[in-house]
């Protein structure tokens, strides 16, 4: 038959097909009763373990992004080596010239910032409190993915000015301010006084420092914060950022090979340095999640699969109390094709009435552990609408492969048998 | 003209375990256009091979079957299918309804197949419906009928693609003697409009209102005779 008469018949087929097999599933959902039940479960249980899965997901995402998720943090150490006439265990020390090399001499490096740490005290009428203050370049805000709730974070211009100005972290308005508004209020850091010119966003917990810590710290630029924390040179550490997260090891060989001449150290110096990496740190817990994802994976597919069984085993049933009815169909001129296309009308029929209502069960599973009272930070199941079609999808694939065998031994009924029912 | 349906020394033969069976043994057949033809014989004889045979529901496994001038014992099994939806139409001793269809759906059924819309479908249903006296009977199902309906919603299939040559099996066989009676009168309104009609009957009275009577025993025609 040409394609285009195929097509023709396929279209005046169907439609009353999927009528008849909608009468057909009316009449008699007791007996597919079961067969239903596993296709409802199999697909409410991929929708709620994809969904489960992807919240998972967000979660490690949502936890390291939370402090940037690929810098490198440089920490200056002791020397193993002689070298230049001096003995190992020399102290290396950092300054804004290790971070000049930095920024000229790693290639595969996006961005490089230096950043010191210390507890001091701060000090508002409200309130003294010790607090941890962070003296880095602006381009901390981006490393470390901070985001401004109010007012604005230090730039370029405020680091090379020198000016003393503040970021908080979103818990300390309270402890230092109480109700008033913290933007243009000054607290005295070190005794120096920095004027607030931003409040950040509400990090909560945060995978790399298995802390809220980035909530209640004091952001400050650099240069004004080397001379209220330190010396007024010394750096604490350099956060290098590789362009793309495979990068990483490279950025390690190139940090090497820029400060080694800088400290006079031998190409065999090994420790003068180490390296702190988020990618390096979160990759075992990626690898946990990335088998918890697939394990559920498996378990709904293992599902889905056993209700494939399950629609095998009604097609069989169909096919074989039906034969009359296909052999009397025969009589009246339809093609084994048509057998064929009827059965697997009613497949599909089963399988996506089923489907339909196990996505639906699926998704009000979801939103009821979305909207429910969870432990803190608990990842909370997120429906991807690719985890809706992909479940229809498979589902189709497994009631077609379950329907087809059956559809094709019932098609191959003797018409003439029509004429021996008694 | 030539015969409506031509069997030339058409063979049937089954395979029993390891042996053959020849259930048909050279049948020599011409049925004109009109005519009305019971076939009787008794059981085992062969005669529902034969209806089998003569409505395209299988091939002979010899000799030759021309309809309509068509040698259809080398068609495919489509085109079989496609010959049946076209130009044949079957009446079963157990009516053979589908049972979840209303009686419009079950006699439009195969038009389904021979490639008319739903509209049409529908429409020469239900106007042939009412033509049988089931008017009232359209949207009813046939656990909703009585025996006597439901054979009549069975004819309606039987006819309602208009086809060359009208096959019953036993049309009687599961009716009271006043139901089967209407049906019989029902085949002689066919007959007298003209239609082929081919019966296979135990009953005298049915071979009573054929034109042609044809006995089978053991595979052959015993007798050809007009009644």
Same mark, same amino acid.
């Given at each position: 038959?040409?394609?285009?008469?195929?097509?023709?018949?396929?279209?005046?087929?169907?439609?009353?097909?999927?009528?008849?097999?909608?009468?057909?599933?009316?009449?008699?959902?007791?007996?597919?009763?079961?067969?239903?039940?596993?296709?409802?479960?199999?697909?409410?249980?991929? +929708?709620? *373990? *994809?969904?489960?899965?992807?919240?998972?997901?967000?979660?490690?995402?949502?936890?390291?992004?939370?402090?940037?998720?690929?810098?490198?943090?440089?920490?200056?150490?002791?020397?193993?080596?002689? $070298?230049?006439?001096?003995?190992?265990?020399?102290?290396?020390?950092?300054?804004?010239?290790?971070?000049?090399?930095? !920024?000229?001499?790693?290639?595969?490096?996006?961005?490089?910032? $230096?950043?010191?740490?210390?507890?001091?005290?701060? +000090?508002?009428?409200?309130?003294?409190?010790?607090?941890?203050?962070?003296?880095?370049?602006?381009?901390?805000?981006?490393?470390?993915?901070? $985001?401004?709730?109010?007012?604005?974070?230090?730039?370029?211009?405020?680091?090379?000015?020198?000016?003393?100005?503040?970021?908080?972290?979103?818990?300390?308005?309270?402890?230092?301010?109480?109700?008033?508004?913290?933007?243009?209020?000054?607290?005295?850091?070190?005794?120096?006084?920095?004027?607030?010119?931003?409040?950040?966003?509400?990090?909560?917990?945060?995978?790399?420092?298995?802390?809220?810590?980035?909530?209640?710290?004091?952001?400050?630029?650099?240069?004004?914060?080397?001379?209220?924390?330190?010396?007024?040179?010394?750096?604490?550490?350099?956060?290098?950022?590789? !362009?793309?997260?495979?990068?990483?090891?490279?950025?390690?060989?190139?940090?090497?090979?820029?400060?080694?001449?800088? &400290?006079?150290?031998?190409?065999?110096?090994?420790?003068?340095?180490?390296?702190?990496?988020?990618?390096?740190?979160?990759?075992?817990?990626?690898?946990?999640?990335?088998?918890?994802?697939?394990?559920?994976?498996?378990?709904?597919?293992?599902?889905?699969?056993?209700?494939?069984?399950?629609?095998?085993?009604?097609?069989?049933?169909?096919? &074989?109390?039906?034969?009359?009815?296909?052999?009397?169909? !025969?009589?009246?001129?339809?093609?084994?094709?048509?057998?064929?296309?009827?059965? *697997?009308?009613?497949?599909?029929?089963?399988?996506?009435?089923?489907?339909?209502?196990?996505?639906?069960?699926?998704?009000?599973?979801?939103?009821?552990?979305?909207?429910?009272?969870?432990?803190?930070?608990?990842?909370?199941?997120?429906?991807?609408?690719?985890? +809706?079609?992909?479940?229809?999808? +498979?589902?189709?694939?497994?009631?077609?492969?379950?329907?087809?065998?059956?559809?094709?031994?019932?098609?191959?009924?003797?018409?003439?048998?029509?004429?021996?029912?008694? | 003209?030539?015969?409506?349906?031509?069997?030339?020394?058409?063979?049937?033969?089954?395979?029993?375990?390891?042996?053959?069976?020849?259930?048909?043994?050279?049948?020599?057949?011409?049925?004109?256009?009109?005519?009305?033809?019971?076939?009787?014989?008794?059981?085992?004889?062969?005669?529902?091979?034969? =209806?089998?045979?003569?409505?395209?529901?299988?091939?002979?496994? #010899?000799?030759?079957?021309?309809?309509?001038?068509?040698?259809?014992?080398?068609?495919?099994?489509?085109?079989?299918?496609?010959?049946?939806?076209?130009?044949?139409?079957?009446?079963?001793?157990?009516?053979?309804?589908?049972?979840?269809?209303?009686?419009?759906?079950?006699?439009?059924?195969?038009?389904?197949?021979?490639?008319?819309?739903?509209?049409?479908?529908? #429409?020469?249903?239900?106007?042939?419906?009412?033509? =049988?006296?089931?008017?009232?009977?359209?949207?009813?199902?046939?656990?909703?009928?009585?025996?006597?309906?439901?054979?009549?919603?069975?004819?309606?299939?039987?006819?309602?693609?208009?086809?060359?040559?009208?096959?019953?099996?036993?049309?009687?066989?599961?009716?009271?003697?006043?139901?089967?009676?209407?049906?019989?009168?029902?085949?002689?309104?066919?007959?007298?409009?003209?239609?082929?009609?081919?019966?296979?009957?135990?009953?005298?009275?049915?071979?009573?209102?054929?034109?042609?009577?044809?006995?089978?025993?053991?595979?052959?025609?015993?007798?050809?005779?007009?009644?």
């Amino acid at each position: 038959m040409p394609p285009r008469e195929k097509l023709a018949r396929l279209r005046r087929l169907v439609p009353p097909l999927v009528g008849d097999a909608l009468d057909n599933l009316r009449a008699s959902w007791r007996a597919q009763a079961l067969t239903l039940a596993g296709i409802v479960w199999g697909a409410a249980s991929v +929708v709620l *373990l *994809l969904s489960l899965g992807s919240g998972f997901n967000d979660f490690l995402d949502f936890g390291f992004g939370k402090t940037g998720d690929r810098w490198v943090a440089v920490d200056p150490e002791y020397t193993s080596t002689e $070298a230049g006439g001096r003995l190992p265990g020399r102290r290396i020390r950092f300054t804004v010239r290790d971070l000049d090399r930095v !920024r000229a001499g790693v290639p595969s490096a996006g961005r490089a910032v $230096a950043e010191n740490q210390d507890i001091v005290p701060v +000090v508002t009428p409200r309130r003294t409190r010790a607090t941890v203050v962070s003296a880095a370049g602006p381009e901390l805000f981006h490393i470390q993915n901070h $985001a401004v709730g109010r007012g604005r974070y230090f730039d370029a211009d405020d680091e090379r000015r020198g000016r003393r100005v503040a970021v908080l972290g979103a818990d300390l308005v309270e402890v230092f301010f109480g109700d008033l508004d913290p933007l243009g209020r000054t607290l005295q850091i070190g005794g120096e006084p920095f004027e607030v010119i931003g409040v950040l966003v509400r990090k909560g917990w945060q995978f790399m420092t298995n802390s809220d810590i980035h909530d209640r710290m004091i952001f400050v630029p650099l240069s004004a914060g080397l001379r209220a924390l330190g010396d007024g040179e010394t750096i604490e550490t350099i956060l290098v950022e590789p !362009r793309r997260i495979q990068d990483e090891p490279v950025v390690r060989r190139e940090v090497r090979a820029a400060l080694w001449p800088l &400290h006079n150290l031998p190409p065999e110096e090994t420790r003068a340095v180490s390296f702190m990496s988020v990618p390096e740190i979160s990759e075992p817990s990626r690898r946990i999640f990335f088998v918890l994802q697939l394990l559920l994976g498996v378990v709904g597919t293992v599902t889905l699969a056993m209700a494939g069984t399950g629609v095998a085993n009604l097609m069989i049933a169909i096919a &074989h109390e039906r034969r009359a009815e296909l052999a009397v169909r !025969r009589t009246c001129g339809a093609r084994r094709a048509d057998l064929m296309l009827q059965l *697997l009308v009613e497949t599909a029929v089963v399988v996506l009435v089923g489907g339909t209502l196990g996505v639906a069960i699926g998704l009000s599973a979801v939103l009821l552990i979305q909207v429910a009272p969870l432990p803190p930070d608990f990842p909370p199941p997120r429906i991807l609408p690719s985890v +809706v079609s992909t479940t229809f999808l +498979v589902l189709v694939a497994v009631g077609l492969a379950a329907g087809v065998a059956p559809a094709r031994v019932a098609a191959r009924v003797d018409p003439a048998s029509a004429l021996r029912v008694t | 003209m030539g015969a409506l349906i031509a069997l030339r020394d058409v063979r049937k033969r089954f395979s029993l375990g390891e042996g053959e069976v020849e259930i048909l043994r050279g049948i020599d057949l011409d049925v004109d256009e009109g005519e009305f033809i019971a076939i009787m014989g008794p059981s085992g004889s062969g005669k529902t091979t034969m =209806l089998e045979i003569l409505g395209a529901l299988s091939r002979p496994s #010899a000799g030759s079957y021309h309809f309509d001038g068509d040698a259809i014992e080398s068609h495919d099994d489509d085109a079989l299918a496609d010959l049946r939806a076209a130009r044949m139409g079957f009446v079963f001793q157990t009516f053979n309804l589908m049972p979840r269809m209303t009686a419009v759906r079950n006699a439009a059924l195969p038009l389904l197949y021979a490639g008319a819309g739903r509209a049409e479908r529908e #429409a020469r249903a239900r106007g042939l419906l009412e033509r =049988l006296g089931l008017g009232h009977r359209l949207d009813h199902r046939p656990g909703q009928m009585s025996g006597g309906e439901r054979q009549r919603v069975a004819i309606a299939r039987a006819l309602v693609n208009d086809p060359r040559v009208v096959l019953a099996d036993e049309p009687t066989g599961n009716l009271d003697e006043k139901t089967g009676r209407e049906i019989l009168e029902l085949f002689d309104d066919l007959h007298g409009g003209g239609r082929t009609l081919i019966v296979v009957t135990h009953a005298p009275e049915v071979a009573e209102r054929a034109g042609r009577v044809i006995r089978i025993r053991d595979g052959r025609i015993e007798s050809d005779a007009a009644a």
